[in-house]
Every structure is written in C-alpha cells, then in structure tokens.
C-alpha cells in the first residue's frame, strides 16, 4: 500500500495512541477496495477504558504524502492531531463519527 500511494517504502518507529481502541469499517469506494484487497478496513476510536492504547507506527511523511493520504481516505475517516504515548503529537486517521473538538483534516500543523 505504501508504494501504491507514496512510490516509497516508509520510515517509522513503534508508537501507541492512548485511549483509543479499534474496530472495523466496511469501506464501499471501489477505488480503495481495489487498492488494500478488502473492503474491512480498521477504524480508530476513543475508548471508555483509559487504559486501551493503539499500538501502531508513527511514519515521517513528507506535505505531498500527507495530501495523498487524505485524497485516499474515505468519508468514515477524519485527520485528527493526536498526542502520542511518547509524548509527540502526530496526524492520525480517526473514526469520523466519534471525533469531539476541532477536525484538523483542512490542512497540515
């Protein structure tokens, strides 16, 4: 998926995003179906239990990459600025339904 829509592999390092959780979407855009193979795709939430954490990989990405990240997510998902377990804050694709405050999907921080 990487090199489909960024021509590159990523870099990362290991992360979590603490008290959220994760579910499943079923995604209908044929486009992005075609792309990841299924049309079950992982939705993250805010969680009841401070103790749920997200584990994931925080990837350094350039502005471009950024923007075909969000021509590539579909309406279920908003950018959000999330504060990371290590203590850096970072864009993350949240269930769109569930986000409170400002969505910081109209431009980069």
Do not use: C, K, N
Not at 58 to 67: M, N, P, V, Y
Not at 81 to 88: C, D, H, N, T, Y
Not at 98 to 108: E, F, K, Q, S
């Amino acid at each position: 998926m990487q090199l489909a829509r960024f021509g590159r592999l990523l870099e990362g390092s290991p992360d979590a995003l603490p008290g959220y959780t994760t579910t499943t979407v079923r995604i209908t855009d044929p486009d992005v179906i075609a792309a990841s193979g299924t049309d079950l795709h992982p939705l993250v939430l805010p969680s009841a239990q401070e103790t749920d954490a997200v584990e994931g990989t925080l990837f350094r990405i350039t502005e471009s990459e950024l923007a075909a990240a969000d021509d590539y997510e579909v309406d279920d998902y908003i950018r959000s600025e999330v504060l990371l377990r290590s203590g850096v804050t970072a864009w993350a694709f949240l269930d769109a339904r569930a986000v409170d405050g400002p969505r910081l999907a109209d431009g980069p921080a």
